[in-house]
């Protein structure tokens, strides 16, 4: 798919890997509608790449009114959607049985309906968005959808149960959803990244820093978030890219803690 004049809404758009992903595809001629419930963070990044170019809307990805909601005022603005780029998440370390006794049920079912269930309610929506477009190759090409796995979906660690199991369930529903949208030519893919070099992660130790960094075999250091944007950037315009996961981590192996 051709990136310019399209129109992108980004989960997560207002800070870390969502944010990179705004700046990039906006760069590449696109339109970014961004899906967040930071208003502040996203009023920073909108003033980066210009207001003509960019739009944020509140929304809680976990619901169908606040996303619909969210839809509505994207193609009243910019006309349509054509890629829809899920990087709305967070996590929630714990054992499963720890000091305190075993992880508090809600906390686990909340991170599943936020990474997981949030993920699914905004691509579906927006996919069935997308069946109206009219197509952009000679393919029949309507539309794409990024989600945002992780490597603790594959290699999950100590305390990471609650999390590791939203992001498998994330790569699990990939190649599923990309033969239930194939007969309308709509593409999903699912990056997972590794350690990425986002504003929280500026939070972390120097001796943990230095213990991840070790791990990744090269190059030897956390990720960037445009080099996330990039692959997002890659799996948008390659138009045989379609149901995989793809790991971005340097070749890191996450060890168990």
Same mark, same amino acid.
Request: aromatic letters at 4%; glycine letters at 12%.
């Given at each position: 798919?051709?990136?310019?004049?399209? @129109?992108?809404?980004?989960?997560?758009?207002?800070?870390?890997?969502?944010?990179?992903?705004?700046? !990039?595809?906006?760069?590449?001629?696109?339109?970014?509608?961004?899906?967040?419930?930071?208003?502040?963070?996203?009023?920073?990044?909108?003033?980066?790449?210009?207001?003509?170019?960019?739009?944020? @809307?509140?929304?809680?990805?976990?619901?169908?009114?606040?996303?619909?909601?969210?839809?509505?005022?994207?193609?009243?603005?910019?006309?349509?959607?054509?890629?829809?780029?899920?990087?709305?998440?967070?996590?929630?370390?714990?054992?499963?049985?720890?000091?305190?006794?075993?992880?508090?049920?809600?906390?686990?079912?909340?991170?599943?309906?936020?990474?997981?269930?949030?993920?699914?309610?905004?691509?579906?929506?927006?996919?069935?968005?997308? $069946?109206?477009?009219?197509?952009?190759?000679?393919?029949?090409?309507?539309?794409?959808?990024?989600?945002?796995?992780?490597?603790?979906?594959?290699?999950?660690?100590?305390?990471?149960?609650?999390?590791?199991?939203?992001?498998?369930?994330?790569?699990?529903?990939? #190649?599923?959803?990309?033969?239930?949208?194939?007969?309308?030519?709509? !593409?999903?893919?699912?990056?997972? +990244?590794?350690?990425?070099?986002?504003?929280?992660?500026?939070?972390?130790?120097?001796?943990?820093?230095?213990?991840?960094?070790?791990?990744?075999?090269? +190059?030897?250091?956390?990720? $960037?978030?445009?080099?996330?944007?990039? #692959?997002? $950037?890659?799996?948008?315009?390659?138009?045989?890219?379609?149901?995989?996961?793809? !790991?971005?981590?340097?070749?890191?192996?996450?060890?168990?803690?």
């Amino acid at each position: 798919m051709e990136l310019k004049d399209k @129109v992108a809404i980004v989960t997560g758009g207002a800070s870390g890997l969502g944010k990179a992903t705004v700046k !990039r595809l906006i760069g590449a001629g696109a339109k970014a509608v961004i899906f967040d419930i930071n208003e502040e963070n996203a009023a920073k990044t909108i003033n980066e790449v210009g207001e003509n170019n960019c739009l944020f @809307v509140k929304v809680d990805v976990t619901s169908e009114e606040s996303v619909q909601a969210g839809i509505a005022a994207a193609k009243e603005k910019f006309g349509g959607i054509h890629i829809c780029v899920n990087c709305a998440g967070s996590g929630d370390a714990a054992r499963t049985v720890g000091k305190n006794g075993p992880f508090p049920l809600d906390r686990f079912e909340w991170i599943i309906k936020l990474n997981l269930i949030g993920t699914f309610n905004v691509l579906r929506l927006c996919a069935a968005e997308m $069946q109206n477009n009219t197509p952009v190759s000679a393919d029949g090409e309507r539309g794409v959808i990024v989600n945002t796995g992780s490597v603790a979906g594959i290699d999950g660690q100590i305390g990471q149960a609650a999390y590791s199991a939203s992001k498998a369930g994330v790569i699990g529903m990939t #190649l599923p959803i990309a033969r239930d949208l194939g007969k309308i030519g709509v !593409r999903i893919n699912t990056i997972c +990244p590794g350690i990425m070099e986002t504003e929280l992660f500026a939070l972390v130790p120097d001796d943990m820093r230095k213990g991840l960094e070790a791990n990744a075999q090269f +190059p030897h250091r956390l990720g $960037q978030p445009d080099e996330f944007a990039h #692959l997002v $950037q890659h799996i948008c315009e390659n138009g045989y890219m379609n149901g995989e996961t793809i !790991r971005l981590d340097a070749a890191m192996r996450m060890p168990p803690r």
